[in-house]
Each structure stands twice: as structure tokens, then as C-alpha cells.
């Protein structure tokens, strides 16, 4: 198998710091303190949270599920290995958001808030792009498949950790410091969130530097790339507006738009496509 020239922050050193970092527990945090906060919310503060968390649980989910094929198709071991770093840290993201909902939201039915695009990018699309990246790695023999099966994990990549990961979870953190630490509220929330946005960030390096080399190589995959991120830009207003339904912790969604779109241009300059 291939493997890479890691750098300073390469998969193989992104894979030695997981191993390092990534041994946080959802269980060990006392999550049920944050029901006396959540209890003193307004209904219509409990429905935007509900709908924030039910947003980021379901995506996790999706790309816990998710995942596995690119660990199959991906030919360079040193992406592999830290794959598997990443599969094992979205699933306990999930976990972090199942034991939330259970201690201190209670009963909730978090799929009617995954609507619209957010059901397409964090569900839908995720899974097709996952879909392509499986059909390409069972066929991947000569040149032909081994392009095929390239390029699906450059576009699939776009999506996962450029997209969803590297747009809309951390423009989610920016979220929840807003209406939480702002507020001095919800500590335990904004506790396991600290740790996700670390694993998160290692799965966004990762893939923006896969990105920035794939892209570099081949024309045809940096205009692939450009497509995925421009026309999900489309999306990110009505995307910021359907969060803000109701807006009940009077938020400024101007402000949090552009934070949204400093994200995005972040990532285009990551990947040397700005």
C-alpha cells in the first residue's frame, strides 16, 4: 500500500496525537448537572437547542455510519490509520449526544429536525457520496478504477470533512458559545462539545491536507472540489435561517452568517483553491 511524506501535521502525526488525545469518555462526564439550566430555559430557548443538538446528533450518526468506506477505499495506510482514529472518535460524538438527550433533554424525536438540506448534506448526500466511494473501491483494478475510485474520495471528502465538518459543525461551536458560555449556562454541554471540536479539528486537518495534495495534483479534482464547496455556499443562508426558528436567545444572524462564511473561505485558502 501507499503510504505518505507526513509533515508536521501529516495523517501519520495526526494519528500519533489521536492516540494520545482521543481517550475522553462521554460517560465520565457528569452530563444530568446541566438539567437544572435546561429546566430554567424558555420553551422557545428549548426548542432551538433541541433543534441544534438534534442536528449535530443525526450527523454524527450519519457519519459514523458513514465512514467505513473510506477506510476501504482509501489506498494510503498512514490515512488509514488515522481513519480509524476518526471512526472510533464519531461514534463516541454520537454517544456524547445520546446520553445528552437522555439526562437532560429526555425523549426527544431528533430526525424532524434534520429537514431540507441539512437532511441532504448530513444524511442523503453524505450516504451517496459514501455509496460512490464503496462502487468505486470494489472496481477499483487498473487506471480507470483507481481514478474512479480517487476521485469519489476527493469528492467525497469535500463533503465529509470539508462541508460538514469544516463549515457547518464549527460554525455549531461558534453556536453554542454564543448562547452557552456567553450565558454561563450548560457547562457540561459546552465540556463534551471542547472535546469533540478537538477531534473535529484533527478530521478537518486531515482532510484539508488531503485536499490541498489532490488538488494540486490534478486540475479535474480542484475543480471537482470548487463545485462541492460552491454550490453548498448556496445553501448556507436558508441553512442559518432555519436554525434561527425561533431565534429565542436573540442571537444576531447577520453575525453568525458571516462567521459561517469566514469558515468556508477558511477552508477554500486550506485547500489553495481561494
Known sequence: MATTVAGPKGP???????????????????????RADWQRLTAGQQEQLLKICSLFYEGEVSVAETLAWWLVGMPDFDRKLFLVTQAFEEAKHAEFFEIYFAQVFG???????????????LVDGLRERAKEIGRAALAADGDEGRFRLEKALVVGTAHYMGIL???LA?????YFDEIAAARGILPRLLEG??????????????????????????????????????????????????????????????????????????????????
Not at 200 to 227: F, I, N, P, S, W
Request: hydrophobic fraction near 40%.
Open 170 to 174: 464549527v460554525t455549531g461551536y461558534d
Open 12 to 34: 501519520r502525526e495526526l494519528y500519533r496525537i489521536a492516540k494520545k488525545q482521543a481517550s475522553w469518555d462521554p460517560e465520565q462526564i457528569p452530563i444530568s448537572e446541566d
Open 107 to 121: 425523549t426527544v424525536d431528533t430526525s424532524k429536525y434534520v429537514v431540507g438540506d441539512y437532511k441532504r448534506i
Open 165 to 167: 465538518e469544516g463549515v
Open 193 to 274: 462539545i471542547r472535546q469533540i471540536r478537538a477531534d473535529e479539528g484533527r478530521h478537518v486537518t486531515a482532510g484539508m491536507d488531503y485536499l490541498r495534495g489532490k488538488c494540486a495534483e490534478r486540475e479535474e479534482y480542484a475543480m471537482a472540489v470548487r463545485e462541492v464547496f460552491l454550490q453548498e455556499a448556496t445553501k448556507i443562508p436558508a441553512a442559518t435561517d432555519f436554525v434561527f426558528q425561533p431565534n429565542a436567545f436573540e442571537l444576531n444572524r447577520d453575525r453568525m452568517l458571516a462567521i459561517a462564511y469566514q469558515h468556508f473561505n477558511q477552508r477554500m485558502a486550506e485547500m489553495g483553491l481561494a
